[in-house]
Nanobody, 120 residues
Framework: QVQLAESGGGLVQAGGSLRLSCAAS????????MGWYRQAPGKQRELVAV???????NYADSVKGRFTISRDNAKNTVYLQMNSLKPEDTAAYYC??????????????WGQGTQVTVSS
């Protein structure tokens, strides 16, 4: 079994910064892509940023230049540094990871979500 534990959400004023963390624990052989998604009330969940095992990254256009995703493979942890936050960044942020338990079995896992609220 695998768990993704998120932390770092909160309330911040527009223009401020937050750093989200997500640590994976459990029976892990390797972790492929890790990423962050967000879901605002009444909207669909959307990709924010993703980082592969070789640290290639991809970002939603709306966060390019403001957010930075990174990972620490030794700690099975992914981070999202969010700068110049805007009220439209307000959402529940979810960590995702594609984790392999052995060479035969891989699965997708989600964190429980952490709320980010940006006030104007």
């Amino acid at each position: 079994q695998v768990q993704l534990a998120e932390s770092g959400g909160g309330l911040v004023q527009a223009g401020g910064s937050l750093r989200l963390s997500c640590a994976a624990s459990g029976t892990i052989s390797s972790i492929n892509a890790m990423g962050w998604y967000r879901q605002a009330p009444g909207k669909q969940r959307e990709l924010v940023a993703v980082i592969t095992s070789d640290r290639s990254t991809n970002y939603a256009d709306s966060v390019k230049g403001r957010f930075t995703i990174s990972r620490d493979n030794a700690k099975n942890t992914v981070y999202l540094q969010m700068n110049s936050l805007k009220p439209e960044d307000t959402a529940a942020y979810y960590c995702h990871a594609h984790i392999c338990h052995n060479i035969f079995w891989c699965n997708d896992y989600w964190g429980q979500g952490t709320q980010v609220t940006v006030s104007s």
